[in-house]
Nanobody
């Protein structure tokens, strides 16, 4: 349902673009966002975006930007000025309303993409 891509190895100070595409039975997509899990740590919020609002973890404010293409049900995370502490598996998340019949939104997770920041 969610396909994430764009991870890889980048040097400190570099940039990376992560993409997350939702597919399948979709009537409406609510919140889309990115989370990350560093080695030995719990999964944590990076950034989320609704139709009108964005929310960022303090650690990435000013360096990461989340955007959406609602026509393509896609969320993009542009990560800049990367630091070694940004190294983690990044997961995309989306709340999806499958049909107009039900107002229920279901949370979906992508498979995770590894970002390694190292010289």
């Amino acid at each position: 349902q969610l396909q994430a891509s764009g991870g890889g190895l980048v040097q400190p100070g570099g940039s990376l673009r992560l993409s997350c595409a939702a597919s399948g039975s979709i009537f409406r997509v609510g919140v889309m966002g990115w989370y990350r899990q560093a080695p030995g740590k719990s999964r944590a919020l990076v950034a989320t975006m609704t139709s009108g609002e964005t929310n960022y973890a303090d650690s990435v404010k000013g360096r990461f930007t989340i955007s959406r293409d609602n026509a393509k049900n896609t969320a993009i995370l542009q990560a800049s000025s990367l630091k070694p502490e940004d190294t983690a598996v990044y997961y995309c998340n989306a709340w999806i309303q499958a049909s107009s019949i039900s107002s229920v939104y279901t949370s979906y997770w992508g498979q995770g993409t590894l970002v390694t920041v190292s010289s």
